[in-house]
């Protein structure tokens, strides 16, 4: 099967996007996972920030992981990709003028689209890494992004933390954000249908919500229902990569032990202690 070019899997993500159908992303973390999830019939998978961290650094999701480092892993998926990749572009590794080098490396990296989120990265002295930018600067940002793109067809999808706001606070920012003009509002920490309702009566561009196996949003009809086309549904494929590989040289190794969950190992093996301590040595950072 010939690989499509990286413009017609753009297309492919925008006609996504036009239907009234809800479609679940692959976690695709390398160049065989994506043919995998091709293979298997996915229609769009994505590059989580925080799988490339672990997949390049084995470091944990506290913002590491560099704007090169990044685009080198989507570059070798975009390679071969038989289906539109999403990348998880964090913030854009910066202020503005970063966002603009963000979207032109991503871009010739042959990503579908990407999304670029509010969050206060990295996390300031004694803050909560869930923090978000004013709401001026989050505008200015998008903006930028819009401007920078190249390829009209690669999605620009805004990001926004509604666990962190109120309904109002959510729908200010989700209006402000569509109004720049950008393809898609992505949300994370929607508990329910009712919270997701009364938000998205207010949006006239698609929806992505990142959901992670939350059982109270798992009907796709409703969900597509109320606009959302695009559902990150966590990154089950890589931890089981993670806990394949463990068992496998456990095996070869011949040691008895008793069994870890993939959770358990992601943290065992990546930096997390050693950044977590770094972190309350340096920062102050609370939990």
């Not at 559902?231 to 806990?243: S, T």
């Amino acid at each position: 099967m010939a690989t499509p070019s990286q413009h017609d899997l753009r297309k492919d993500f925008r006609s996504l996007l036009e239907t009234q159908r809800c479609y679940y992303t692959a976690s695709t973390f390398d160049p065989m996972s994506a043919r995998i999830a091709a293979d298997l019939g996915f229609e769009v998978g994505i590059l989580g920030g925080s799988v490339a961290s672990l997949q390049v650094l084995a470091a944990p999701d506290f913002a590491l992981i560099t704007l090169s480092e990044f685009v080198e892993q989507a570059t070798r998926i975009g390679r071969v990709a038989r289906l539109p990749i999403i990348a998880d572009a964090d913030h854009g590794y910066g202020n503005a003028l970063n966002v603009i080098r963000t979207i032109t490396e991503l871009e010739r990296a042959g990503v579908a689209a990407l999304t670029i989120e509010d969050t206060l990265l990295p996390a300031k002295y004694g803050h909560k890494s869930t923090d978000l930018i004013p709401l001026e600067e989050a505008v200015g940002k998008l903006r930028a992004a819009l401007d920078a793109r190249i390829d009209p067809a690669m999605a620009i999808i805004a990001r926004t933390n509604a666990g962190q706001l109120t309904v109002e606070e959510t729908i200010e920012r989700a209006t402000a954000y569509q109004a720049t003009g950008v393809d898609g509002i992505c949300m994370v920490g929607i508990r329910d249908f009712d919270h997701l309702e009364q938000i998205t009566r207010h949006i006239t561009v698609p929806v992505m919500l990142v959901a992670y196996d939350n059982p109270e949003l798992c009907d796709r009809e409703r969900l597509a229902a109320n606009g959302v086309r695009i559902v990150v549904n966590g990154h089950a494929a890589y931890f089981a990569a993670i806990k394949a590989t463990y068992d496998c040289l456990r095996e070869q190794r011949d040691i008895a032990e008793g069994t870890l969950n993939a959770s358990e190992l992601s943290v065992r093996y990546s930096t997390f202690d050693e950044n977590r301590e770094w972190a309350r040595k340096f920062m102050d950072v609370r939990e």
